[in-house]
């Protein structure tokens, strides 16, 4: 059986010989249960993400957006409604891990029976607060962690510092004369999820989706009958059939099993993975409870616009800027090794290389996989700064673009999926016994080689999301005028990634970080050197 299929548990249908065997995509007929639930186990990717995540929600995605709307259209009821209709069309938000052993993890998801069922679901995972942005994404990622195996997903809104009243779980059908035009108030959303889901690109295309239902010109009696049609027919009795939670992304590729082309592509990963070149870290400081800090800039529409421009003359986009911004600013304070390579990583959209039709229409899913840039180290006293800097963006761009379109992405991606999947279950069971006092450390492995290895370390890691207006129809919720967008993970100790965007017409660029786990003095003149560099290189 393909190790990422669904299964369907359904108590209502009858079972015979022939049909009581598991099938791909298909139907299982348990009499255990009252409901019929869906369920998979969770592939490579996703397992590297899970395990991870259990003792304190390390990648736990979140995505904050700060917006002006009419009182009216924020109201719980309306949120409650958008929220249940987007839970059924991408079950992952709304399913639960079940997890029995490090190799058998599952995704399972119960339809709701009702409508009724579909917003008790949705209110249980929607929380009104009134905080501001910095004090949502500080609870976020510094307190007590919000998701778990039982809740995937959760949304929070901030009302901007009123306190509305919770209306009945299942409102009544409401005219569109029952929501008068009321005044609008600066509002908080902070839409969070577990990063084995899914990534940014279904983050965002979700928001939109949200805005676009919360924002459009449906009245609370439309959307109440969208819910009811889509529960219908996306997980009505009839579905039972043929309903499918969304492809691991292992499985969203049609693989050539014979051991000759295996041998191959493992050859090429051991060979790609042995350039990676880099010598630099941020130096780590002694241990201390995590805390992230997310310092972020904006440019205006003017500045920004000014920047695009000079990249585009220049070739390069600002995501291979961006790179050579990074490398500039750590040139520029680095007084040890010049000799060796500095190495960023990034991540990597998958969905274009999919040869598989999934058997379900959400995006929310896992699709990402990572890829290097390595420059140099040393700044050329011979070379005026702004050559050597449009250089190594032009480098940047071949290197990022050589990785996407290289012939053997699929199996690297595979391969790399692979290798992570198998750590993040060696390490969990290492976790685990250490918690239970029963780890013994294994025996050291004899050096098989006694030559000097060539380090193979990343600074930092970019997350290079791009125009995020394109995927952000604003036009389709005129009356919610969305201004602030920040995005970004609890990390794990140590963590640092750096975010670039465009949103709103403005560039943003964010640096998100644990605050204790490096040398503070270098982590700030580093995003110091960051900030410089982009006033001197491509603001003038």
Excluded at 12 to 40: I, L, P
Excluded at 333 to 357: G, H, I, W
Excluded at 396 to 416: D, F, G, H, P, Y
Excluded at 423 to 438: C, M, P, Y
Aim: aromatic share 10%; charged share 20%.
């Amino acid at each position: 059986m393909n190790p990422s299929s669904s299964v369907l548990l359904d108590a209502s249908c009858n079972v015979s010989d022939e049909d009581s065997e598991v099938k791909v995509q298909g139907s299982y007929c348990s009499y255990q249960t009252d409901t019929w639930k869906v369920e998979r186990p969770l592939g490579n990717s996703e397992l590297s993400y899970f395990l991870p995540s259990r003792a304190s929600g390390v990648n736990d995605m979140y995505l904050h957006l700060g917006f002006v709307a009419p009182e009216h259209l924020v109201r719980r009821a309306r949120v409650r409604m958008v929220w249940a209709i987007l839970r059924i069309r991408h079950p992952l938000l709304a399913s639960k891990v079940v997890m029995h052993d490090y190799d058998d993890v599952k995704f399972v998801f119960t339809p709701p029976q009702s409508p009724e069922d579909a917003l008790v679901d949705a209110d249980r995972n929607l929380e009104y607060r009134i905080s501001t942005k910095d004090e949502l994404i500080d609870s976020y990622l510094n307190g007590t962690r919000t998701l778990s195996n039982d809740r995937v997903s959760y949304l929070v809104v901030s009302q901007g510092g009123t306190s509305l009243p919770s209306p009945p779980l299942t409102p009544r059908s409401t005219p569109s004369f029952d929501e008068p035009e009321s005044p609008s108030y600066n509002h908080d959303l902070m839409i969070c999820a577990a990063h084995f889901l899914g990534d940014g690109m279904a983050l965002h295309q979700f928001a939109n989706d949200f805005f676009g239902l919360l924002g459009g010109d449906k009245t609370i009696s439309d959307l109440e009958t969208q819910l009811k049609e889509e529960l219908s027919s996306r997980w009505g009795g009839d579905s039972a059939s043929t309903a499918a939670l969304p492809n691991a992304l292992e499985d969203n590729f049609t693989v050539n099993r014979s051991k000759l082309r295996r041998t191959i592509e493992k050859v090429d990963f051991q060979l790609s993975q042995q350039r990676l070149v880099g010598g630099h870290t941020f130096r780590r400081q002694a241990k201390r409870p995590r805390h992230t800090i997310v310092p972020t800039v904006s440019y205006d529409p003017e500045r920004t616009t000014s920047i695009l421009k000079k990249c585009k003359a220049h070739g390069v986009s600002v995501s291979a800027a961006l790179f050579a911004i990074c490398n500039i600013a750590w040139a520029k304070m680095c007084s040890e090794k010049p000799d060796l390579s500095m190495m960023m990583y990034s991540a990597l959209n998958l969905r274009p290389y999919f040869t598989v039709k999934p058997a379900n229409d959400s995006y929310w899913f896992l699709a990402v996989s990572y890829f290097n840039v390595i420059l140099p180290t040393f700044i050329p006293r011979s070379i005026e700064l702004s050559s050597v800097f449009w250089h190594r963006a032009r480098v940047a761009k071949e290197q990022s673009t050589r990785a996407a379109k290289n012939r053997m992405i699929v199996s690297r991606s595979l391969l790399m999926a692979e290798e992570r999947g198998q750590r993040a279950r060696l390490w969990a069971k290492e976790d685990d016994e250490r918690e239970r006092g029963t780890f013994v450390p294994p025996a050291p492995v004899p050096a098989a080689d006694t030559a000097i290895c060539t380090p193979s370390a990343a600074l930092i890691g970019l997350s290079l999301l791009g125009n995020l207006d394109g995927i952000y129809k604003h036009g389709t919720f005129p009356a919610i005028k969305v201004h602030t967008l920040t995005t970004g993970s609890r990390q794990r100790s140590g963590g640092m990634l750096l975010f670039g965007y465009t949103f709103a017409g403005k560039l943003w660029i964010s640096l998100g970080y644990d605050v204790n786990g490096f040398e503070k003095v270098m982590v700030e003149q580093f995003w110091e050197n960051v900030l410089q560099t982009m006033d001197e290189l491509l603001m003038k």
